[in-house]
């Protein structure tokens, strides 16, 4: 179908500017004003605001292994719904990716499913168990990068190995830092509401002691490397004075990393994620982080669990939240519609910069496939799990008021997505 958006502010070149698109046979067409045809289909975006499609470098849609929880068919029309035109699924499924023909398993369901592009990465070592290395070789032409998300590489020598041979590929290792021996059974911040309520802590060394290991790797060994889900104030310094240094490193984190602290706990199963939300002092490093060019992108960490498995509090609840259809909105309202933030500056975080970094194609350019993504700034609604798109419904944001909602994604020249 071809159609023209008509009368929207469309961000081309850093800018916005009020513009009609034409899509005609799945491609930007003609981006100018007073667009008409007599054969295209009109879509109204009067006082909408056009812009690529989001990207997300870390999703988990949980196909195959675990499609109770989220296929790629629920996953992708969530991300669809979130203004997502491309999205990276973590590999912690079974069969794990850790060769190609357990990694073709997930490639085929992509193909079948999925509305959306989704990348997949592999596995760093087989089975994620840290004890070998994984088949990148055969896999590399197919995956966006290498990770043992969920788990983290323990060993240094492992990561050293592993680094050498994703630097030889010419691909990144996108990092899950967690030392597994400072853990003791924690499961939410070792913070005072830990304290308060008796619940066992996770100290933040874990997190941001194997970023230090790794960055000394990345130095030695000239590895592309990313981090994933930052959470603490010493992971944001240590990555600042890297980057400092010419280290090639890249980092995200999420949206209730930087709108929740472990204040804002409640004894309930949608507060748990891993990392865990971490103390005051530590949202505040991180948007700093953010605002000053040290974290480079927001993800997501849309991670869907089953009802039954949120249900148990947050001492016996998985670990995971969704996120994915509210991530834009949640931002837009506590960043930009606040003046803590540029709209342009947000849309570099949730698409330009994982594009860039990740070597996949990105903007609003003629003759290229069209992947965009049209929101109402002004449209406020009320989080509300039971319309998520997504099999998962637990979200630490449920009833909040946000601004900002996705009228209409197009992803590979097809609209996926069209609300009101």
């Known amino acids: 179908m071809d159609f023209i958006l008509k009368g929207g502010q469309v961000y081309t ?106 990348k997949p990465y592999g596995t760093i070592t087989v089975g994620e168990k840290g004890e070998c290395l994984s088949d990148m070789e055969a896999m590399a032409p197919y995956v966006a990068g290498f990770s043992d998300d969920g788990k983290g590489v323990q060993d240094e020598d492992m990561m050293r190995e592993a680094m050498l041979k994703a630097k030889s590929l010419g691909k990144m290792i996108v990092a899950h830092c967690e030392d597994n021996s400072l853990l003791h059974g924690g499961y939410i911040h070792d913070g005072e509401y830990a304290k308060q309520h008796s619940h066992k ?122 996120g994915i259809e509210t991530a834009f909105s949640v931002m837009y309202t506590n960043f930009v519609k606040n003046g803590r933030m540029t709209l342009g500056k947000l849309i570099e975080l949730m698409s330009v910069n994982p594009c860039k970094r990740f070597g996949f194609d990105n903007g609003i350019k003629l003759d290229k496939k069209a992947n965009l993504t049209v929101f109402d700034l002004n449209q406020k609604y009320t989080v509300n799990p039971d319309e998520f798109l997504s099999k998962g419904r637990s979200t630490p944001f449920k009833g909040a008021e946000l601004n900002a909602k996705c009228i209409l994604t197009v992803a590979n020249g097809e609209i996926v997505y069209q609300g009101e």
């Not at 990694?103 to 959306?116: G, T």
């Not at 039954?308 to 609840?317: A, M, V, Y």
């Open 13 to 118: 070149d850093g800018v916005f500017k009020k513009q009609d698109i034409l899509v005609s046979n799945g491609s930007i067409a003609a981006v100018s004003n007073c667009l008409c045809s007599t054969y295209a289909e009109v879509i109204d975006c009067e006082d909408k605001h056009i812009f690529p499609g989001l990207a997300d470098v870390h999703v988990h849609l949980r196909e195959p292994g675990f499609s109770y929880k989220e296929t790629i068919e629920t996953g992708s029309k969530a991300c669809a719904h979130g203004g997502y035109t491309l999205v990276c699924s973590m590999p912690n499924l079974n069969p794990t990716p850790d060769s190609l023909e357990n990694l073709k398993v997930q490639l085929d369901l992509i193909e079948k499913d999925a509305v959306i592009s989704v």
């Open 201 to 322: 802590g996770i100290c933040s060394e874990s997190e941001y002691g194997p970023i230090a290991r790794d960055l000394k790797l990345v130095r030695e060994t000239g590895c592309s490397y990313h981090v994933c889900h930052i959470s603490t104030k010493e992971s944001v310094e240590i990555i600042r004075l890297a980057k400092a240094k010419g280290i090639d490193v890249t980092c995200e984190t999420a949206p209730h990393y930087l709108v929740l602290s472990d204040k804002d706990l409640q004894e309930d199963g949608r507060f748990k994620m891993n990392p865990p939300l971490r103390g005051e002092e530590d949202k505040q490093a991180l948007i700093e982080g953010i605002l000053d060019g040290t974290i480079d992108m927001i993800a997501t960490d849309h991670a869907p669990h089953s009802a039954e498995e949120k249900s148990k509090g947050l001492r016996d609840s998985l670990m995971g939240v969704v």
